[in-house]
């Protein structure tokens, strides 16, 4: 499981910065984070490979970058010209493939956007 993730979300203002952290455990090939806000269903907002492979969803490009340390097997997600619009809790996933390929999703943190 993902077993941690990190402080980093909480209330800013519009076009403000906040950055995620997501410490995983074990294994860990893909990682990402995802988005839900309310009364929508979750949507990917950004991955990166083990070889630092980025992907990122349109709504956030040249907004967002996601970054991983392989060492300490954690992800990043720097946020910048934050819009009400990424109002979500957000949750990091690993890629898994041991004992079966999967997807572990951490708990989740709320990031709000608001004047």
């Known amino acids: 499981q993902v077993q941690k993730v990190e402080s980093g979300g909480g209330l800013v203002q519009p076009g403000g910065s906040l950055r995620l952290s997501c410490a995983a455990s074990?294994?860990?090939?893909?990682m990402g984070w995802g988005r839900q806000a309310p009364g929508k269903q979750r949507e990917l907002v950004a991955g990166?490979?083990?070889?630092?492979?980025?992907n990122y969803a349109d709504s956030v490009k040249g907004r967002f970058t996601i970054s991983r340390d392989s060492a300490k097997n954690t992800v990043y997600l720097q946020m910048n010209s934050l819009k009400f619009e990424d109002t979500a809790v957000y949750y990091c996933?690993?890629?898994?493939?041991?004992?079966?390929?999967?997807?572990?999703w951490g708990q989740g943190t709320q990031v709000t956007v608001s004047s």
């Open positions: 074990g294994e860990s090939f893909t």
């Open positions: 996933y690993v890629d898994r493939r041991n004992p079966f390929p999967r997807r572990d």
């Open positions: 990166v490979s083990s070889d630092g492979i980025t």
